[in-house]
């Protein structure tokens, strides 16, 4: 397997820089999601790893070794798309082989790597068919077996569940985080999808405009978000915001509060109304709406309704500060303090 280094990578098409003097390292045998909004830079990533969007300047190293100029079918790398590029005229067995077949493999190593591959990603019986035969979810691993038969460093995957639907993209999901455990490989997966973000990787790499706003674990990125942008982009529903009298911005999670219908007396604690309710499951989603803006609260009390008062009561320590540019402010920063003396803190 392989890790990836990126170094003072810049893109651009023409005019328009993508992404500028971008520094990142894709470690070995991990499963690591770039996910961002469309136009981040993230897939234009996945091809200059690839060799198919060579980088404008800057290097591409796989296992400490320059890749930057190296031919696509070189690199050891194997790529899945969105739309699974298979050869309608061929059945799974002939798209599975195809690659094996250009490079002059024996055909009894081709048969062996066609049973061991079709087996886990359980096509054994299905090597006959035609790809308009089967379903998205099979279609997507005949893409993934003819990855695999190469035995690559890198699996490269370009939103590779976005045309299944919701249930075929969990049951996905599963099966792929089981398959990189399996083959202990190196993963890179591009997603505009920051709950396939969460629930796959291993690191998560978050994307905007080109620059990374934060490379973390999910947890990291979820309990410790750097700025803004990851704060509202990471999370359902997203981090709340509102606006300081110092003019820095507050944030708390919409599971950090608790509803309440009587004031505590201390603490923060505002009114507001109950302006929407909404039952999923196991938990219930408010919306309440509050002098200071709108608030998104995730609880599992069914018990209030629309049109009631209520209190917004969030604990201090749950509380995120960030500055007027949108960068976290942390302990020991004068800012924080004062935004927490305002909140009623020490």
Known sequence: MAGIEFRNICKAFGLVKVIENLNLTIEDGKFTVLVGPSGCGKTTLLRIIAGIGPATSGECLMDGKDITDLEPARRGIAMVFQNYALYPTMN???????????????????????????????????????????????????????????????FLMDEPLSNLDAKLRVQMRGELIELQKRLGATFVYVTHDQVEAMSMADTI????????????????????????????????PPMNLLEMENGCRLGYRPEAIA???????????????????????????YKVRMAQGDVMVKSLDKGFAAGERVHVCVPLERMFFFDAQGDRLRPGQREYDACRRLMGGA
């Open 92 to 154: 799974v067995r002939e798209n599975i082989v195809f690659g094996l077949k250009n490079i002059g493999m024996p055909r009894e190593k081709r048969d062996a790597l066609v049973r061991e591959y079709s087996g886990i990603v359980d096509l054994l019986d299905q090597l006959h068919k035609s790809p308009s035969q089967l379903s998205g979810g099979q279609r997507q691993r005949v893409a993934l077996a003819r990855a695999m038969v190469k035995t690559p460093k890198v």
């Open 205 to 236: 790499v978050l994307m905007n405009k080109g620059r990374i706003q934060q490379k973390g674990s999910p947890e990291e990125i979820y309990d410790d978000p750097n700025n803004v942008f990851t704060a509202q982009f990471i999370g359902t």
């Open 259 to 285: 509803l309440m219908r009587v004031s505590p007396g201390a603490g923060y604690c505002p009114a507001g109304e109950i302006v929407t309710r909404e039952m999923l499951g196991a938990e219930t989603h």
